[in-house]
Each structure stands twice: as structure tokens, then as C-alpha cells.
């Protein structure tokens, strides 16, 4: 079992910054890739950035120069900056993890979720 806890969300201006954080505890040793998805009500989850345990990243083309995401192995934690966001980034936010290095591969848990509004 993994836990995932969340923190970061809520509410900017088109062009504003936020960080996401997700410190992971439990089953620790079984994480490999971690990353960030995000769900639209009436859309699929889709990936949004995803890191490995040797710290290949992945982004969705729609966040590319714009986000970065990183991770802290010795904090359990990865993080995900979002700069220049823009109201169609708006989203519930999840972390998760995978036993894989591919975040879609292997066993995967989830965060809880976080809310990102980006309005004027």
C-alpha cells in the first residue's frame, strides 16, 4: 500500500504560477515513476507529466515548457511547477505512482486530488 497526500491547489490568474506537492509514505520501496494526471468533469484522466526513479521525465504536449516536474527521493515527494497557466489547465490534480518506470505500467496508486482554478 502507498499513500499519496496532496497539497498545493487553488485559485490563480491566467499567467500565474502554483506548485504542487505529493509526499508519498507506506510501501515506499515499491514506487518507481511518479507523476501528475488531471480530470475535467466529463473527460478522461490524461497524464500531465510523469518522472522516474532516474528522473526521466515525460510531459503532455499541452504543458511542455511550461510545467516542470521533479522529485525528491529522499523526501518521498515529487512536485509539479506550473508557470504561465491558462484556464483550460483548470482541473482536479492527482498524483500517483507506479511499481513501473512507465507511470501507466504496473501497480499504481492515487492521490485523493487537488483542485486547480485558473480564471479571471
Known amino acids: 500500500q502507498v499513500q499519496l497526500v496532496e497539497s498545493g491547489g487553488g485559485l490563480v490568474q491566467p499567467g500565474g504560477s502554483l506548485r504542487l506537492s505529493c509526499a508519498a509514505s507506506?510501501?515506499?520501496?515499491?514506487?518507481?515513476?511518479m507523476g501528475w494526471y488531471r480530470q475535467v468533469a466529463g473527460k478522461q484522466r490524461e497524464l500531465v507529466a510523469s518522472i522516474s526513479r532516474g528522473r526521466t521525465t515525460k510531459y503532455a504536449d499541452s504543458v511542455k515548457g511550461r510545467f516542470t516536474i521533479s522529485r525528491d527521493n529522499a523526501k518521498n515527494t515529487v512536485y509539479l511547477q506550473m508557470d504561465s497557466l491558462k484556464p483550460e489547465d483548470t482541473a482536479v490534480y492527482y498524483c500517483?505512482?507506479?511499481?513501473?518506470?512507465?507511470?501507466?505500467?504496473?501497480?499504481?496508486?492515487w492521490g485523493q486530488g487537488t483542485q486547480v482554478t485558473v480564471s479571471s
Open positions: 500517483a505512482t507506479s511499481s513501473s518506470w512507465a507511470i501507466e505500467a504496473g501497480e499504481r496508486y
Open positions: 507506506g510501501s515506499i520501496s515499491s514506487i518507481n515513476a
